[in-house]
């Protein structure tokens, strides 16, 4: 059975219909902070190494795509990053500013054998992934390691 | 019709119920069909002295009221529970206003968009139309937020079920945190190219304050308030400001009521015209055929005719 539901207001529109009626609910999908609509994700604050952590917050998950990209060469790099902005820039209407930094323990990392296996390659294949992974809210990233 | 307990109805294989708040639930199994509309945007004037440069409906002074008795007529075969949101132009001018609404009262529900401007020259008519339950919602067209306080204090002490109506690119997105403090919620437009909507935007495109630069950061801005703010949207700003991505698609599957004219249609009383919103340009005279006729039928044809 399908429910549809119009919350606490009645149909005061003069122009057309009330489509949509919301307040205090789930099933909402996180945005990401911008600045006069420029995103900026300072990837230095970020290090994935190989403690046990679960990210479900947008930004961490952004960045974590954002370094993965960076830690490519060349063109691989560049094309992992386009597709990152075009997602980034049609959820939020914002653009993605790419951050220039060189790779390295200074400037944000993922712990080396999660790059070196390629093992988000694939999602980089199907941008509505990389959409579902860093805006939905119950997506989420897990560090951790082997050694127990 | 003023709601104490539930209304419940069924249209088609639809069960209806709306309670004393306006909460409206609608459950259905398989495909939806409706026989009738569950919510009629009806404009019963033309004439408006408010002058906003961007009013889709093209109101002024010279604007005409429409023949209520008339349209007495083509609602009365309506089903008991079917919302109207009466609009114009300004309503509260039209001088049968309180006849129409007493035939309404025990038949329909019966809501009155108002725009911000005439509340303080109306203030006895709507205490009136308030205190004697011949209307449940109360939309009001914001103006000035500044001056909410003072020309809304009486009608904030006599009635909860009020709605302030924005639109997007004529207000900026920060309208929201300007009336969320007073805890009512807040019907977002889209921005209507259509009537002087068509000279407003083109007429201040390219200043700062752009009709369409003001949309761009309602798209960039509305996450922040969506779950926090109580907002309701039009599908004109749905599309506009791009609304479902925001959205999993089960809580979209139970927010979302749908496309214009699935449950909803237009009257233009005035010109007599049935159409299945205010901006569209497909129009039948009511003459030519009945509400119901027009609501069956006429969607069959729109869609036809737009394919």
């Known amino acids: 059975m399908t429910t549809q539901i119009r919350k606490s207001v009645f149909e005061t529109n003069s122009s057309s219909t009330h489509s949509l009626s ?31 952590e679960t990210y479900y917050d947008a930004e961490s998950k952004l960045a974590y795509m954002m370094i993965y990209a960076r830690d490519w060469a060349n ?5 992992f990053f386009e597709i990152l902005k075009e997602v980034v820039e049609k959820q ?21 054998q999660s790059v070196e296996d390629c093992d988000l390659h ?3 294949r199907e941008p509505e992934l990389i959409r579902q992974f860093i805006f939905n809210p119950n997506s989420y990233l897990e560090t951790d390691n082997d050694n127990h | 019709m003023i709601i104490t307990d539930n209304i419940r109805y069924r249209n088609g294989n639809v069960d209806v119920t709306i309670s004393s708040d306006g909460t409206k639930v609608r459950q259905f199994d398989g495909a939806q069909f409706v026989v009738h509309p569950e919510t009629i945007d009806v404009k019963i004037t033309n004439y408006c002295d408010a002058a906003c440069p ?32 009466i609009g114009g132009g300004n309503p509260l001018s039209h001088p049968e206003l309180l006849r129409f609404l007493f035939f309404c009262k025990d038949r329909f529900i019966i809501n009155l968009t108002v725009n911000q401007k005439h509340l303080k020259t109306h203030e006895d008519l709507l205490r009136y139309l308030i205190m004697h339950k011949l209307v449940n919602g109360i939309g009001i067209s914001v103006t000035n937020s500044k001056t909410i306080e003072n020309d809304m204090d009486y009608l904030f002490a006599i009635t909860k079920n009020i709605v302030f109506h924005v639109i997007a690119g004529v207000h900026g997105v920060s309208i929201i945190d300007e009336l969320a403090p007073y805890k009512y919620p807040i019907l977002v437009l889209g921005y209507k190219l259509w009537g002087r909507g068509v000279e407003y935007s083109d ?13 761009k950061m309602w798209k960039i801005d509305i996450p922040r308030y969506l779950g926090k703010v109580h907002l309701c949207f039009d599908n004109l700003a749905v599309e506009q400001l791009e609304l479902q991505k925001w959205f ?16 909803s249609m237009y009257i233009d009383a005035v010109l007599e015209q049935f159409a299945p919103t205010s901006r569209d340009p497909y129009r039948v005279s009511w003459n030519k055929m009945s509400l119901e006729e027009f609501f069956n039928n006429g969607k069959t044809k729109e869609i036809t005719n737009r394919r």
């Open chain 1, 122 to 124: 694939y999602m980089f």
């Open chain 1, 75 to 79: 063109d691989k790099q560049k094309e």
């Open chain 1, 22 to 52: 919301i307040s205090n609910i789930g099933g909402l999908y996180q945005t990401l902070r911008h600045d006069n609509g420029i995103i900026s994700v300072p990837l230095r604050f970020y290090t994935f190494g190989w403690e046990q």
């Open chain 1, 92 to 112: 939020t209407g914002c653009i993605l500013l790419n951050d220039e930094s060189e790779g390295g323990y200074d400037n944000g990392y993922i712990d080396h």
């Open chain 2, 248 to 263: 999993d698609e089960k809580t979209w599957n139970e927010v979302y009521l749908g496309e214009d004219f699935t449950i």
């Open chain 2, 203 to 215: 007429r201040i495109s390219g200043k700062n304050h752009a009709v369409w630069e003001k949309v």
């Open chain 2, 54 to 85: 961007f009013c889709h409906e093209n109101s002024t002074v010279n604007g005409t009221h429409c023949d209520l008795e008339k349209l007495e007529k083509i609602l009365s075969k309506l089903p008991m529970g079917v919302e109207l949101a």
